[in-house]
């Protein structure tokens, strides 16, 4: 029995296992109880504390993905909106090129009126009088 304790890698093992000390000499775990109770409360509390940083820090990564997302579609949008306007700015060119090409003039911006009588001097013909 001997020779199997004084081996190197079995006491080793009890070491690490905390069976024994650095010395060699066997720890008693009675004797010991409470401290290896409070270093395992201090672990959980290691663990939990661990726990909760990455929660955190996975809600954090959240926030600044959404925020992210949220100022990619925004600038999608607003290239949208721009792309459409331009394109109407053309298509609204294309129009009055036509119209100038054929002769016609149109006004390029009637006001309408609220309602109210016409005066005298209103008639009501067409626009192209």
Not at 70 to 87: C, F, M, N, T, V
């Amino acid at each position: 029995m001997r020779h199997f304790f004084e081996n190197k890698t079995t006491q080793q093992h009890l070491l690490t296992t905390g069976q024994i000390d650095r010395n060699g000499r066997v720890i008693d775990l009675e004797k010991n109880k409470s401290k290896l109770h409070i270093i395992e409360q201090e672990f959980k509390s290691a663990e939990r504390i661990e726990y909760w940083r990455q929660k955190e820090e996975e809600d954090m990564r959240y926030r600044v993905q959404q925020k992210r997302h949220a100022a990619l579609e925004r600038a999608r949008s607003q290239e949208k909106l721009s792309k459409l306007k331009e394109d109407r700015s053309i298509r609204r060119e294309i129009i009055s090129a036509t119209r100038e090409s054929f002769g016609l003039k149109y006004p390029t911006s009637v006001k309408k009126t609220t309602g109210g009588a016409r005066s005298a001097g209103e008639g009501g013909g067409s626009m192209f009088e």
